[in-house]
T-cell receptor, first 116, second 113 residues
Framework: NAGVTQTPKFRVLKTGQSMTLLCAQD?????MYWYRQDPGMGLRLIHY???????AKGEVPDGYNVSRLKKQNFLLGLESAAPSQTSVYFC???????????????FGEGSRLTVL | AQKVTQAQTEISVVEKEDVTLDCVYE???????LFWYKQPPSGELVFLIR??????QNEISGRYSWNFQKSTSSFNFTITASQVVDSAVYFC??????????FGKGTRLHILP
């Protein structure tokens, strides 16, 4: 049982390059999230999705785009990478318990991105 | 707006001491959920507890206990008889009706042998 899988695990980009981080979950979860973790800043929500075909902005969405074309996948795109986007990115998924109620987050192992 | 504050950036205690990690939250919703997660030095994020806003009973799980007080908007976490393996970053998080799950900045806990 893989749980939540993120690819790639590490990536180095040059300023202005684009890339996509893939998050895949095999638990049939409705909810998926992308966070970034920076020293002293905790986990900040970039974008999230409450179901296939839906996405919404989180706390720090600028410079990122997302897509949820399939329920099991949540893609995070950087169109033109900037050094400020150097971070560790975590994907997470969760299940619906009841209306407006989600269970705990299941996290991927993280993806370390460096933008030079 | 939703907000989670973990005022303690870093705490160091000697092994076997008790330690409490503070979490204060802000929300205008009456229905919400609070969480604690642990991030050990290996980097993965581990779920510890989920609590809904209607359940103010304290929870105990082994050496871990949680004190939820709506009157002070706090959801504090206590480790009793701390061990070196408890060294980690601990995050408090808030889930409200808009499905955003917001984290605090975390408290880095050092348990000294």
């Amino acid at each position: 049982n893989a749980g939540v899988t993120q690819t790639p695990k590490f990536r180095v980009l040059k300023t202005g390059q684009s890339m996509t981080l893939l998050c895949a979950q095999d638990m049939n979860h409705e909810y998926m999230y992308w966070y970034r973790q920076d020293p002293g800043m905790g986990l900040r929500l970039i974008h999230y999705s409450v179901g296939e075909g839906t996405t919404a902005k989180g706390e720090v969405p600028d410079g990122y785009n997302v897509s949820r074309l399939k329920k099991q996948n949540f893609l995070l795109g950087l169109e033109s990478a900037a050094p400020s986007q150097t971070s560790v990115y975590f994907c997470a998924s969760s299940y619906s318990i009841a209306e407006d109620s989600t269970g705990e987050l299941f996290f991927g192992e993280g993806s370390r991105l460096t933008v030079l | 707006a939703q907000k989670v504050t973990q005022a303690q950036t870093e705490i160091s205690v000697v092994e076997k001491e008790d330690v409490t990690l503070d979490c204060v939250y802000e929300t205008r919703d009456t229905t919400y959920y609070l969480f604690w997660y642990k991030q050990p030095p290996s980097g993965e994020l581990v779920f510890l507890i989920r609590r809904n806003s209607f359940d103010e009973q304290n929870e105990i799980s082994g050496r871990y206990s949680w004190n939820f007080q709506k009157s002070t908007s706090s959801f504090n976490f206590t480790i009793t008889a701390s061990q070196v393996v408890d060294s980690a970053v601990y995050f408090c998080a808030l889930d409200t009706r808009d499905d955003k799950i917001i984290f605090g900045k975390g408290t880095r806990l050092h348990i000294l042998p």
